[in-house]
């Protein structure tokens, strides 16, 4: 069985407010749509992801596409999207269609999904409805329904692939979900267990909602990093990516930016991943002279391989001169150019050891450094 995620994202989401889509907003320090595309891309039995866009947003698949992801544009109606989205499947066997709306998905649906495609050619998560169902008219109760066969439906909807992209082809009008799809054209699909957590974001108010799911499921982590250079010969010193003019340089291995190497290890500390000696040893001829950019940027790429999302860096330089002050904002932006963040998540600031110990003799610089860490 090889398995290919659609994620369908070409709707305009305009019910759950905001100047943007519902997808590209912000949700527990990301965007909906990458705790979405995380939930698939982490399943170590999804072969391959298929985001589908809604033409407008198509300026957007390259970021999307460098992680390994297939984006397509989407057509006018949810259905012609998912055609569209089932064409670049590829060689899938089988598929999993999931509205990127619904970013709190968890791997034990996934799971109960993938295994009734064992033995079904679709299956869907459901929830039995447990409240009394009334019919209204006016304001007022008109009536009730039986809810004993009733379940509320979810996603992800996994399928054959070839049957279910010749249902899509025969059908014609409208259709509730891919499952509707899929009975019109007589397939017969098994109910699996949903879960109250993988709600649909759909009004406003879903969002806090959402947050507090997220959180209660994230692998949050911290980390974090120190180190020391001492002052020698030099005009210059490199503080977070930025050269500064001094009347001495900082001496070591590499171009001894205290700052970099304090937040890459910070980095290092949140994956569990030892430190900056053991991925770039001092020993090694090749890292003489280096820009600290190299390990920093090592340290982000591990970071997204392992699953991670880098959500914030502080850092602390320690020093009597050079005045940081001045430069702290280039830094700011310099590291955050690095780690492929927003500014606003990183913190660059100084402070001084009161003229005591060798920070206050002018010695050195010291530099202090705290890395946060998500995974969905």
């Known amino acids: 069985m090889r398995i290919a995620a659609l994620i369908v994202a070409a709707g305009r989401g305009t019910r759950a407010g905001g100047e943007i889509a519902k997808q590209w907003q912000k949700l527990a320090g990301a965007r909906v749509i990458d705790h979405t595309l995380a939930a698939f891309s982490t399943h170590p039995q999804v072969a391959r992801i298929v985001l589908v866009l809604h033409p407008d947003e198509m300026h957007r698949a390259a970021a999307f596409e460098a992680q390994g992801v297939i984006v397509v544009p989407g057509g006018r109606e949810r259905a012609d999207s998912v055609r569209l989205g089932l064409r670049a499947c590829g060689d899938a066997s089988h598929v999993l269609i999931h509205d990127a709306a619904r970013p709190c998905v968890s791997a034990p649906v996934i799971d109960a999904v993938i295994a009734a495609l064992k033995t079904s050619p679709a299956a869907a998560p459901g929830l039995p409805v447990t409240d009394a169902l009334w019919r209204g008219e006016d304001g007022q109760v008109s009536g009730t329904e039986d809810r004993s066969h009733l379940f509320a439906a979810q996603t992800p909807q996994g399928f054959d692939l070839a049957k279910i992209s010749a249902a899509h082809a025969a059908h014609d009008g409208p259709a509730a979900d891919d499952v509707a799809v899929a009975r019109a054209a007589g397939i017969p699909v098994a109910i699996t267990p949903g879960s109250a957590d993988n ?23 911290t980390g974090n990093g120190f180190d020391v250079h001492a002052f020698g010969p030099g005009d210059h010193v490199t503080l977070c990516g930025v050269d500064i003019a001094h009347d001495q340089g900082l001496v070591g291995h590499s171009d001894a930016d205290v700052g970099l190497h304090t937040i890459t290890d910070a980095i290092y500390g949140a994956l569990a991943r030892g430190d900056i000696g053991q991925h770039f040893p001092p ?35 320690i020093c009597e001169q050079p005045k940081i002050g001045p430069h702290a904002q280039a830094m700011r932006e310099q590291v955050a150019a690095i780690l492929e963040l927003d500014a606003d998540r990183v913190s660059v600031k100084a402070t001084t050891s009161e003229r005591l110990g060798f920070t206050g003799r002018g010695e050195g610089i010291a530099c202090m450094a705290t890395a946060t860490l998500v995974k969905p």
């Not at 649909?200 to 507090?212: E, M, S």
């Not at 090694?284 to 959500?311: C, E, M, N, Y």
């Open 199 to 221: 709600l649909k974001i759909t009004h406003g108010a879903d969002f806090a909602r959402a947050a507090r799911i997220l959180e209660r499921q994230m692998d949050i982590r």
């Open 283 to 317: 020993s090694d001829p090749q890292w003489k002279g280096a820009r600290s950019d190299i390990f920093l940027r090592h340290a982000a790429g591990l970071v997204r391989d392992l699953g991670f999302t880098l959500t914030h860096v502080d850092c602390t330089l």
